[in-house]
């Protein structure tokens, strides 16, 4: 069936990298995603990344997929504290138009000053 | 653009009641998912519409249900309230076409006593 894991908490210091992990088992996935939750917040979009890519790079993110152990990761380049946060990984379930993502449990990342 | 916009915010019922929640789109967007997250059971995907239709359903029972208007406007209704409702109530609106991303509401805190 399908299903998400993360590594529940990530400590950094202002100023390093931060790299998150996910694995996912739904070998079909088309797409994956990352998202971000704020305290009180919904969830925002960082970004996303199509099975035929290895990596993407927007900005201060980087995303690394190996579609072959079925794992992805999220690099934070210069991590700030306005980064603190939950970050979850998602894949979507069944076809590339469907609503429905299957979800991680999320990785809280602590930044330190 | 404005975007997902979710109402209310709080709500706090009672064991056995109902209630409703809301959500309107991005404009332009046809396709509305609706999502719970718990501290327990993390995000789970409960319904999507699309074009007033139901197009995929989570495993939820039969107290959960939603609809959408034609302006793409979308309520979610959930009957005879239980204590393990009490939840964050999230919506997601897309455009509806190929990997069209999910972007989230900041959510309906639901506490049921």
């Known amino acids: 069936g399908e299903d998400v894991e993360q590594s529940l908490f990530l400590s950094v210091r202002e100023g390093d990298s931060s790299v998150i992990n996910c694995t996912y088992t739904d070998s079909s996935s088309t797409y994956l995603y990352w998202y971000k939750q704020e305290p009180g917040a919904g969830l925002q979009l960082l970004t996303y990344?199509?099975?035929?890519?290895d990596m993407k790079q927007d900005q201060r993110l980087t995303v690394l997929l190996n579609k072959k152990d079925k794992h992805l990761s999220l690099r934070i380049a210069d991590t700030q504290t306005g980064d603190s946060a939950i970050y979850f990984c998602?894949?979507?379930?069944?076809?590339?138009?469907?609503?429905?993502?299957?979800f991680g449990q999320g990785t809280t990342l602590q930044v330190k000053p | 653009k404005a975007g997902v916009t979710q109402t209310p915010r709080y709500l706090i019922k009672t064991r056995g009641q109902q209630v409703t929640l809301s959500c309107s789109p991005i404009?332009?967007?046809?396709?509305v998912s609706w999502y719970q997250q718990t501290p327990g059971q993390g995000l789970q995907f409960l319904f999507e519409y699309f074009s007033e239709t139901q197009r995929n359903k989570g495993n939820f029972p039969g107290r959960f249900s939603g609809r959408q208007f034609s302006n793409s406007r979308s309520e979610m209704n959930v009957s005879t309230l239980e204590l393990g409702d009490s939840a964050l109530y999230l919506c997601?609106?897309?455009?509806?076409?190929?990997?069209?991303?999910?972007?989230f509401g900041n959510g309906t805190r639901l506490t049921v006593t």
């Open positions: 997601a609106s897309a455009s509806g076409g190929y990997n069209s991303p999910l972007h």
């Open positions: 404009s332009g967007h046809r396709s």
């Open positions: 998602a894949e979507r379930g069944g076809s590339s138009n469907t609503g429905k993502l299957i």
């Open positions: 990344i199509f099975s035929n890519m």
